[in-house]
């Protein structure tokens, strides 16, 4: 919201697919918060080693130093009651007590900018998003642009034949689709049911 006076605190959520922008997004932010002369704690989950272990860099390599935690609870623990804007990347990889902690942040006057995947490989919405969104004051969703086709993306392509929920780090192997383009991967029987008949349809055909 960009607007950092007073000590009202609040919720902002960046989401949308990789490649949307949305680190670039929250790296933006926390930089002008700074400029506003705030104190600023950014946090990122340790899952996320891409690039750097103290850094939170965007895929165009913009950059803003983070603290790795293991989980959202750890975010109280290494927090300085001092600080006013909590910036936290990789949300969907924070696991469920964010949702709570984030309100905890926001009601105790503390600025909450949050980014994160919305939806995951399969096109199913990536908790603890969805709740998250519900929650917040400010909901931004960042598109990509669709690698096949050129549209606006809104999903992650997975690449790879992996069925793991979570394959992070390895170059290559996710792109962005739109909607048109999407092909959601081949999902373990028992999340098969959770799929959209569209979704089941290519998954059938695949
Ligand atoms: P996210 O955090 O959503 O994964 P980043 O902020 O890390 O996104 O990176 C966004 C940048 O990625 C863009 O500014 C652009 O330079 C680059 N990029 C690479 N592939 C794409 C794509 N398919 N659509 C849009 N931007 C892309
Ligand atoms: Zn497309």
């Not at 850094?55 to 300085?80: F, G, P, Q, Y």
């Not at 909450?112 to 709740?131: I, K, Q, S």
């Not at 992996?162 to 192997?173: F, R």
Request: charged fraction near 30%.
């Amino acid at each position: 919201m960009d607007v950092f006076t007073g000590n009202m605190g609040w919720i902002e959520v960046v989401c949308g697919p990789m490649f949307s922008g949305k680190s670039e997004e929250l790296i933006r932010r926390l930089r002008r918060a700074r400029i506003a002369r705030k104190r600023v704690q950014v946090f990122k989950p340790v899952i996320d080693d891409r690039y750097s272990e103290y850094e939170i860099v965007s895929h165009s390599d913009t950059r803003i130093e983070a603290e790795v935690v293991n989980n959202a609870k750890e975010i109280l623990t290494k927090l300085d009651w001092r600080t006013e804007v909590v910036g936290i990347d990789e949300a969907n990889f924070m696991g469920p007590e964010l949702v709570e902690i984030a309100q905890q942040l926001a009601d105790t006057g503390k600025k909450v900018l949050v980014a994160g995947l919305d939806t995951d490989y399969l096109g199913r919405p990536f908790p603890p998003m969805p709740d998250l969104l519900a929650v917040a004051e400010s909901i931004t969703k960042t598109l990509a642009i669709c690698m096949r086709c050129g549209n606006p993306a809104k999903h992650t392509q997975r690449l790879s034949g992996s069925e793991d929920l979570i394959v992070v780090g390895a170059g290559g192997m996710y792109e962005a689709r739109c909607r048109r383009c999407f092909e959601a991967g081949i999902p373990k029987q028992e999340t098969f049911d959770f799929l959209s008949p569209k979704q089941r349809t290519a998954t059938a055909s695949a």
